[in-house]
């Protein structure tokens, strides 16, 4: 059974640092896009930063330049880096990963995610 387990949030002042990581785990065979996704009370969950295989980044607009998302498909992990923080950023975050499961003789495209982190970003 695969399972994302997510780390590193927490409670931060505005202009701090923090970096989340998401270990995939299971019987993998394959993983596609990872990515990161956000969610503040109130509001819709939003992409916040996705990473393809290859290494090609996409970022949402109000986070490029102080967010990098990177991957070691070695560790079936992703990882966000998240400097100069703002209160806006709070939110639940999440990562999301596009990956093919082994299940006995056959390989299974699913979309899969984690559990959720929560970044909190006050003074």
């Known amino acids: 059974q695969v399972q994302l387990v997510e780390s590193g949030g927490g409670l931060v002042q505005p202009g701090g640092s923090l970096r989340l990581s998401c270990a995939a785990s299971?019987?993998?065979?394959?993983?596609?896009?990872m990515g990161w996704y956000r969610q503040a009370p109130g509001k819709q969950r939003e992409l916040v930063a996705s990473?393809?295989?290859?290494?090609?980044?996409n970022y949402k607009d109000v986070v490029e330049g102080r967010f990098t998302i990177s991957r070691d498909n070695a560790k079936d992990t992703v990882y966000l880096q998240m400097n100069s923080l703002r209160p806006e950023d709070t939110a639940v975050y999440y990562c999301?990963?596009?990956?093919?499961?082994?299940?006995?003789?056959?390989?299974?495209?699913?979309?899969?995610w984690g559990q959720g982190t929560q970044v909190t970003v006050s003074s």
């Open positions: 999301h990963a596009d990956l093919q499961e082994e299940r006995g003789h056959t390989i299974v495209r699913g979309e899969y």
């Open positions: 299971g019987s993998i065979f394959s993983i596609g896009a």
């Open positions: 990473i393809l295989s290859s290494g090609i980044t």
